[in-house]
């Protein structure tokens, strides 16, 4: 649920929700939507990286295994 805030990424009067990401004590973080999308956009990069990374992990094992 939005209401008008000001948002603590961009500090920008906008409407403002809460998100659960604790960057600051246990208050959460009021952003907007356009920050949120960022935000979510960040870990999903993040996230596609490591995961892409344990793929080439578990197909150098394989290779390993499949070498001895």
Partial sequence: MYQQGTCRVCGQLKKVRNINLYIT???G???CRKCEKKILKFIRALQRHYTHKRFQEIKE????????
Avoid: F, Q, Y
Avoid at 61 to 68: I, P, Q, V
């Fill in 29 to 31: 973080l009021w952003c």
């Fill in 25 to 27: 004590g246990s208050e």
């Fill in 61 to 68: 094992r394989r290779r390993e295994d499949g070498s001895k």
